[in-house]
């Protein structure tokens, strides 16, 4: 961790992703995460020079929305929401993938390799179509009460799951293959031959060298669910659920009813190719930097990781020469 706090792509990345958390929690904590609207302009004899929505230039920083509302302060209170969001998926399919990986390819080789090729088969079958089949019913209104037969929170603890049971089974078959190729090292086998347990092995030999590699795939795994919540955006399945509304054009919209990220994205998708455009592509243009600098921070870790391997090669190939000198010279003398 030392060495990668002091790598500069690492420390970028992470510092861009911890000063927008932070900046949004704050903001939430100190303002009630009240949006600023902006309204008609005029000059001093009452003639209206501008109207919402407004442009960047006209508005800054970031203009406003079809509703008049400062964009800058929605992205800025859907951070928590879109990056945590992230965060927490990642970090319980990472936990509970590791965990079942490295116990089934430990303990029960056979039956991995069994199931091996219907893990792959995730591989292959795009994630958010089938996150798209199995939300489709409760993230969209369904006429009862407030337009949903589920409360917000029930709506997101099964989006929640579902998003994390799909990436489950990549995330297990990529750790196991990561066991299995430290697995086939000689040092591995002079352990066992030793009598050393599974557990042992484990703690004592395999983690030093899965410990950066997870993190890495951690890393990973944050930037995926990124993607596939601006994925289910784009088809309007918005985090929380969707509501039908009239926007200002009189025309019927699905609205978000959280800030996140990827929902900006869905419900302003439609302004992408108008005059408007600034309202879908402020949102786009978060979600690229934050998955940027996600993408920094792998980089800085890979580098750090190579350099360490260097290095430790570089400690061997000394070792064994150290070895090899004496043994020569033995031989000469009995020459």
């Known amino acids: 961790m030392k060495a990668m706090v002091k790598n500069k792509r690492f420390l970028i990345g992470g510092s861009f992703i911890i000063l927008i958390v932070i900046s949004s929690l704050v903001y939430s904590i100190v303002f009630d995460n009240h949006i600023p609207v902006a309204s008609i302009t005029t000059d001093e004899n009452g003639t209206i020079t501008g109207k919402p929505p407004y442009a960047p230039w006209e508005h800054p920083p970031f203009g406003t929305d079809h509703v008049s509302r400062d964009l800058f302060f929605i992205l800025l209170i859907g951070a928590k929401y879109t990056l945590g969001l992230a965060f927490g998926i990642a970090l319980i399919r990472f936990i509970f993938s590791s965990v079942a990986g490295i116990f089934l390819q430990l303990y029960f080789p056979s039956f991995l390799q069994k199931g091996k090729s219907w893990f792959e088969g995730f591989y292959y079958f795009p994630a958010s179509i089938l996150a798209y089949l199995c939300l489709f019913f409760i993230l969209r209104e369904d006429g009862y009460g407030d337009g949903f037969s589920t409360t917000f929170t029930e709506r997101v603890i099964f989006e929640m799951i579902v998003l994390i049971v799909i990436g489950i089974p990549i995330i297990l078959l990529n750790v196991s293959k990561e066991v299995a190729i430290l697995q086939r090292k000689e040092f591995i086998d002079s352990v066992k031959v030793l009598g050393g347990s599974r557990w042992h092995l484990l703690k004592v030999h395999l983690m030093p060298y899965l410990r950066p590699q997870l993190f890495l795939l951690f890393v990973r795994e944050v930037?995926?669910?990124?993607?596939?919540?601006?994925?289910?955006?784009?088809?309007?399945?918005?985090?929380?659920?969707?509501?039908?509304?009239?926007?200002?054009?009189?025309?019927?919209a699905y609205v978000s009813l959280s800030s996140e990220w990827s929902g900006l994205i869905g419900t302003n998708f439609r302004f992408l190719y108008t005059?408007?455009?600034?309202?879908?592509?402020?949102?786009?243009?978060?979600?690229?930097?934050?998955?940027?600098?996600?993408?920094?921070?792998?980089?800085?870790?890979?580098?750090?990781?190579?350099?360490?391997?260097?290095?430790?090669?570089?400690?061997?190939?000394?070792?064994?020469?150290?070895?090899?000198?004496?043994?020569?010279?033995?031989?000469?003398d009995s020459l």
């Open 275 to 332: 005059s408007y455009y600034w309202i879908p592509l402020v949102p786009i243009l978060c979600f690229t930097l934050a998955i940027l600098a996600f993408k920094l921070m792998v980089e800085g870790m890979e580098s750090v990781l190579e350099t360490q391997q260097i290095e430790r090669n570089r400690v061997d190939e000394k070792g064994e020469r150290s070895v090899d000198v004496p043994r020569k010279k033995e031989a000469f």
């Open 223 to 252: 930037i995926l669910v990124l993607l596939l919540l601006a994925h289910l955006g784009i088809l309007n399945l918005l985090f929380g659920g969707a509501q039908l509304k009239t926007d200002m054009f009189d025309k019927a």
